[in-house]
Protein backbone atom coordinates (compact mmCIF):
# COMPACT_ATOMS: atom_id res chain seq x y z
CA UNK A 1 0.00 0.00 0.00
CA UNK A 2 1.33 3.30 -0.73
CA UNK A 3 0.89 4.83 2.51
CA UNK A 4 2.85 8.50 1.35
CA UNK A 5 0.29 8.72 -1.38
CA UNK A 6 -2.65 8.05 1.58
CA UNK A 7 -0.52 10.67 3.74
CA UNK A 8 -0.51 13.30 0.73
CA UNK A 9 -4.42 12.45 -0.29
CA UNK A 10 -5.50 13.09 3.60
CA UNK A 11 -3.88 16.19 3.94
CA UNK A 12 -5.05 17.48 0.86
CA UNK A 13 -8.45 16.82 1.90
CA UNK A 14 -7.52 18.41 5.29
CA UNK A 15 -6.23 21.73 3.61
CA UNK A 16 -9.34 22.25 1.59
CA UNK A 17 -12.12 22.01 4.66
CA UNK A 18 -13.32 18.23 3.66
CA UNK A 19 -15.28 16.56 6.31
CA UNK A 20 -13.15 12.90 7.07
CA UNK A 21 -15.43 10.21 7.82
CA UNK A 22 -14.80 8.85 11.19
CA UNK A 23 -13.19 5.77 9.73
CA UNK A 24 -10.92 7.60 7.79
CA UNK A 25 -9.94 9.58 10.62
CA UNK A 26 -9.05 6.75 12.48
CA UNK A 27 -6.62 5.32 10.01
CA UNK A 28 -4.48 8.32 10.36
CA UNK A 29 -1.83 7.00 12.32
CA UNK A 30 -1.17 4.34 9.91
CA UNK A 31 -0.78 6.77 6.99
CA UNK A 32 1.77 8.35 9.25
CA UNK A 33 -0.39 11.45 10.06
CA UNK A 34 0.29 11.90 13.69
CA UNK A 35 -2.54 13.27 15.59
CA UNK A 36 -0.51 16.74 16.19
CA UNK A 37 -0.13 17.14 12.73
CA UNK A 38 -3.98 16.50 11.96
CA UNK A 39 -4.79 19.43 14.82
CA UNK A 40 -1.68 21.68 13.30
CA UNK A 41 -3.28 21.53 9.47
CA UNK A 42 -6.56 22.14 10.67
CA UNK A 43 -5.47 25.03 13.24
CA UNK A 44 -3.74 26.29 9.84
CA UNK A 45 -6.44 25.47 7.76
CA UNK A 46 -9.37 27.39 10.10
CA UNK A 47 -6.97 30.77 10.56
CA UNK A 48 -6.06 31.17 6.84
CA UNK A 49 -10.01 30.70 5.94
CA UNK A 50 -10.40 33.52 9.14
CA UNK A 51 -7.69 35.82 7.55
CA UNK A 52 -9.02 35.69 4.11
CA UNK A 53 -12.48 36.85 5.28
CA UNK A 54 -14.46 33.77 4.85
CA UNK A 55 -16.06 33.45 8.39
CA UNK A 56 -16.99 36.23 11.18
CA UNK A 57 -14.75 35.96 14.35
CA UNK A 58 -17.81 34.12 16.27
CA UNK A 59 -17.48 31.49 13.84
CA UNK A 60 -13.96 31.54 14.12
CA UNK A 61 -14.17 31.52 17.75
CA UNK A 62 -16.30 28.73 18.04
CA UNK A 63 -15.15 26.37 15.57
CA UNK A 64 -11.39 26.68 17.29
CA UNK A 65 -12.95 26.23 20.67
CA UNK A 66 -14.32 22.89 19.31
CA UNK A 67 -11.15 21.88 18.05
CA UNK A 68 -9.14 22.47 21.05
CA UNK A 69 -12.15 20.72 22.70
CA UNK A 70 -11.84 17.69 20.83
CA UNK A 71 -8.28 17.41 20.41
CA UNK A 72 -7.22 18.04 24.22
CA UNK A 73 -9.84 15.12 25.39
CA UNK A 74 -8.67 13.00 22.85
CA UNK A 75 -4.70 13.45 24.00
CA UNK A 76 -6.09 13.03 27.52
CA UNK A 77 -7.33 9.55 26.60
CA UNK A 78 -4.32 8.82 24.71
CA UNK A 79 -2.45 9.12 27.75
CA UNK A 80 -4.54 7.39 29.65
CA UNK A 81 -4.39 4.73 27.49
CA UNK A 82 -0.44 4.46 27.76
CA UNK A 83 -1.33 3.39 31.21
CA UNK A 84 -3.60 0.95 30.17
CA UNK A 85 -6.72 3.19 31.66
CA UNK A 86 -9.68 3.30 29.01
CA UNK A 87 -11.47 6.52 28.85
CA UNK A 88 -14.71 5.00 30.35
CA UNK A 89 -12.74 4.99 33.87
CA UNK A 90 -12.18 9.02 33.73
CA UNK A 91 -12.36 10.14 36.81
CA UNK A 92 -13.77 13.48 38.83
CA UNK A 93 -10.29 14.67 39.69
CA UNK A 94 -8.48 13.54 35.80
CA UNK A 95 -11.83 15.19 34.31
CA UNK A 96 -11.48 18.51 36.19
CA UNK A 97 -7.86 18.58 35.05
CA UNK A 98 -8.51 18.13 31.24
CA UNK A 99 -11.29 20.72 31.79
CA UNK A 100 -8.83 23.05 33.13
CA UNK A 101 -6.75 22.58 30.37
CA UNK A 102 -9.19 23.20 28.06
CA UNK A 103 -10.54 26.41 29.79
CA UNK A 104 -7.21 27.60 29.52
CA UNK A 105 -6.29 26.82 26.12
CA UNK A 106 -10.02 28.59 25.15
CA UNK A 107 -8.94 31.65 26.87
CA UNK A 108 -6.06 32.63 24.56
CA UNK A 109 -8.25 32.37 21.32
CA UNK A 110 -10.48 35.40 21.42
CA UNK A 111 -6.85 37.53 22.06
CA UNK A 112 -5.75 35.83 19.16
CA UNK A 113 -8.77 35.68 16.63
CA UNK A 114 -8.57 39.74 17.78
CA UNK A 115 -4.99 40.07 16.41
CA UNK A 116 -5.95 38.37 12.96
CA UNK A 117 -8.46 40.72 12.34
CA UNK A 118 -7.02 43.42 13.00
CA UNK A 119 -3.90 42.32 10.57
CA UNK A 120 -5.82 41.18 7.79
CA UNK A 121 -7.64 44.82 7.72
CA UNK A 122 -4.18 46.64 7.17
CA UNK A 123 -2.92 46.75 3.48
CA UNK A 124 0.43 44.75 3.66
CA UNK A 125 0.27 42.35 6.45
CA UNK A 126 1.13 38.94 6.39
CA UNK A 127 -0.34 35.86 7.97
CA UNK A 128 2.88 34.29 8.44
CA UNK A 129 3.75 35.29 12.09
CA UNK A 130 0.06 33.51 12.76
CA UNK A 131 0.56 30.67 10.68
CA UNK A 132 4.16 30.47 12.81
CA UNK A 133 2.01 30.65 16.04
CA UNK A 134 -0.39 27.89 15.28
CA UNK A 135 2.73 25.35 15.76
CA UNK A 136 2.52 26.26 19.42
CA UNK A 137 -1.13 25.70 19.83
CA UNK A 138 -0.29 21.93 18.07
CA UNK A 139 2.45 21.59 20.30
CA UNK A 140 -0.26 21.29 23.41
CA UNK A 141 -1.39 18.18 22.32
CA UNK A 142 1.89 16.33 22.82
CA UNK A 143 2.01 17.91 26.18
CA UNK A 144 -1.37 16.85 27.25
CA UNK A 145 -0.64 13.27 26.26
CA UNK A 146 2.18 13.72 28.96
CA UNK A 147 0.57 15.06 31.85
CA UNK A 148 -2.39 12.58 31.14
CA UNK A 149 0.70 9.61 31.49
CA UNK A 150 1.71 11.35 34.40
CA UNK A 151 -1.83 12.26 36.54
CA UNK A 152 -2.84 8.56 35.72
CA UNK A 153 0.19 7.09 36.46
CA UNK A 154 0.11 4.74 39.31
CA UNK A 155 2.20 5.80 42.57
CA UNK A 156 4.48 2.88 41.71
CA UNK A 157 4.36 2.92 37.85
CA UNK A 158 8.29 3.43 36.86
CA UNK A 159 8.31 6.41 33.69
CA UNK A 160 11.36 6.89 31.58
CA UNK A 161 12.65 10.66 30.33
CA UNK A 162 13.11 10.61 26.83
CA UNK A 163 14.57 12.91 24.67
CA UNK A 164 11.83 13.81 21.67
CA UNK A 165 13.12 15.06 17.92
CA UNK A 166 14.34 18.44 18.46
CA UNK A 167 17.27 20.57 20.01
CA UNK A 168 17.73 19.91 23.75
CA UNK A 169 18.14 22.11 26.80
CA UNK A 170 20.87 21.91 29.38
CA UNK A 171 17.88 20.14 32.11
CA UNK A 172 16.00 17.88 29.47
CA UNK A 173 19.63 16.29 28.85
CA UNK A 174 20.26 15.97 32.22
CA UNK A 175 16.99 14.09 32.51
CA UNK A 176 17.31 11.74 29.47
CA UNK A 177 17.14 8.49 30.88
CA UNK A 178 16.19 8.65 34.00
CA UNK A 179 13.51 6.28 35.16
CA UNK A 180 11.58 7.23 38.52
CA UNK A 181 8.43 6.14 40.02
CA UNK A 182 5.15 8.81 38.74
CA UNK A 183 5.19 9.74 42.27
CA UNK A 184 8.71 11.03 42.31
CA UNK A 185 8.84 12.58 39.17
CA UNK A 186 5.33 14.87 40.40
CA UNK A 187 7.32 15.26 43.75
CA UNK A 188 10.40 16.92 41.55
CA UNK A 189 8.16 18.94 39.31
CA UNK A 190 9.58 18.07 36.53
CA UNK A 191 7.69 17.43 33.63
CA UNK A 192 8.42 17.42 30.06
CA UNK A 193 6.70 20.06 27.55
CA UNK A 194 3.93 22.06 29.42
CA UNK A 195 4.79 25.77 28.83
CA UNK A 196 5.62 27.89 29.64
CA UNK A 197 7.61 25.70 32.21
CA UNK A 198 9.77 26.97 34.63
CA UNK A 199 11.25 23.91 35.28
CA UNK A 200 13.13 23.04 32.02
CA UNK A 201 15.59 25.80 30.73
CA UNK A 202 13.73 25.67 27.40
CA UNK A 203 10.62 26.71 29.04
CA UNK A 204 9.20 23.41 27.56
CA UNK A 205 8.13 25.71 24.13
CA UNK A 206 10.25 23.24 21.84
CA UNK A 207 10.95 20.68 24.42
CA UNK A 208 9.56 17.18 22.56
CA UNK A 209 10.70 15.05 25.51
CA UNK A 210 8.06 12.67 26.89
CA UNK A 211 7.63 10.42 30.26
CA UNK A 212 7.23 6.67 29.15
CA UNK A 213 6.03 3.84 31.19
CA UNK A 214 9.40 1.26 31.74
CA UNK A 215 9.95 -2.22 33.24
CA UNK A 216 13.68 -0.92 33.38
CA UNK A 217 15.16 -0.88 36.96
CA UNK A 218 14.84 2.91 38.64
CA UNK A 219 18.04 4.23 37.61
CA UNK A 220 19.29 8.10 38.92
CA UNK A 221 16.54 8.78 40.90
CA UNK A 222 17.97 10.60 43.13
CA UNK A 223 19.20 13.07 40.63
CA UNK A 224 15.90 14.50 40.30
CA UNK A 225 15.97 16.97 43.24
CA UNK A 226 19.14 18.11 42.47
CA UNK A 227 18.17 19.26 39.05
CA UNK A 228 15.27 20.83 39.96
CA UNK A 229 16.65 22.88 42.52
CA UNK A 230 19.52 23.96 39.97
CA UNK A 231 16.48 24.84 37.80
CA UNK A 232 15.39 26.88 39.71
CA UNK A 233 11.84 25.20 40.75
Known amino acids: MNYPALKAAAMFLI ?30 RLVKSFYKGNMDILEFVTIFGDLITGQMTK ?23 LDDIIRLEKDSVFPFADEIRAASELTGTVIDPFLSRVSIWANRYPDVVNQAILATAEEKTKLEWIYGDTDHCDTC ?14 E ?27 TARRRRAGELMDIATSAGI
Open 188 to 214: AGLHPQQPPNGALQCGGWKCSCSLVPT
Open 75 to 97: AWYEGMAVNGVPPEDLTDEWKFM
Open 173 to 186: LQLNGIVAYAREWE
Open 15 to 44: DNGVEIPSDLLSQFESFGIKSQEYYQAQLT
